[in-house]
């Protein structure tokens, strides 16, 4: 059975930093494109990052620079790092697994000025 398990969200100041992870169950997670999406309040959902089977990422303008997209295939776990936060960075992140057309459940991130 598929799981996704993000972890790493909360509570931070303008131009803070954290780090997100999601912990995937299941087999060939290696081969999965992994990404991350966020829905801000009464916003739809959008794309952040992702990271392909290789190693090849891709980010949304609005975080380039700021954010890392990275996989641990020995953990299954991907992460997404996130650098110098603003309050517009204020959504619910889902960790997407592409493969499996599957979601995780979702983590706060609350930036506060």
């Known amino acids: 059975q598929v799981q996704l398990v993000e972890s790493g969200g909360g509570l931070v100041q303008v131009g803070g930093s954290l780090r997100l992870s999601c912990a995937a169950s299941?087999?060939?997670?290696?081969?999965?494109?992994m990404a991350w999406y966020r829905q801000g309040p009464g916003k739809q959902r959008d794309f952040v990052a992702s990271?392909?089977?290789?190693?090849?990422?891709d980010y949304a303008d609005s975080v380039k620079g700021r954010f890392t997209i990275s996989r641990d295939n020995a953990k299954n776990t991907v992460y997404l790092q996130m650098n110098s936060l603003k309050p517009e960075d204020t959504a619910v992140y889902y960790c997407?697994?592409?493969?499996?057309?599957?979601w995780g459940q979702g983590t706060q991130v609350t930036v506060s000025s």
């Open positions: 990271i392909t089977s290789g190693g090849s990422t």
């Open positions: 997407y697994a592409a493969l499996w057309d599957y």
């Open positions: 299941g087999s060939i997670f290696r081969s999965n494109t």
